[in-house]
């Protein structure tokens, strides 16, 4: 684990008992970053940045933190984490350089959330200039999509 910039905490037995499931589904559900993402995104915009979720799911952001800045929210999940735009991960979709960088010039940067730390999630907020050192030194690879080992590795060095 990094040193976070702040921590979100969660009962998983009470998540248990108010959605009827096993602990095992909790946590499965939880550190999953596209199923846990909708969730942390409005606990991290009330609770952290003291803000606002995006107004649509289709928003180049996801919050906007007390002072107006806009900030994308990214989990490092067991198959690690990527920043370019969603709409260049999954299948049939590819890598453009071109709009990451356009997406680093709209957002203040990313918060980075560790999932696989559930039910304590730490929290780093990482600027938009560290993320485009990053790329320019070749830290994010070829498309943004590093191992969460990685990830954790840039971290320390932050």
Known sequence: MFKPDAVITWNIDDIATA????????????????RISFILERRIAREVMHGKI?????????????DG???EVRSITRSGIYFCPS???????SFDEAGFLLKLKEIAGY?????DEFPTVPIKKISKDIILKWWQAGDLGTTTKIS???MLQLISRM
């Open 19 to 34: 959605l009827k499931i096993q602990l095992q589904d909790v946590r499965e559900y939880f550190t999953n970053g596209r």
């Open 54 to 66: 995006a107004l649509s799911e289709g928003a180049d952001y996801d919050i906007i933190d007390k």
């Open 69 to 71: 800045q806009k900030w």
């Open 87 to 93: 709409y260049m991960v999954g299948s049939g979709r």
């Open 111 to 115: 918060i980075v959330t560790d999932v």
């Open 148 to 150: 969460h080992a990685k």
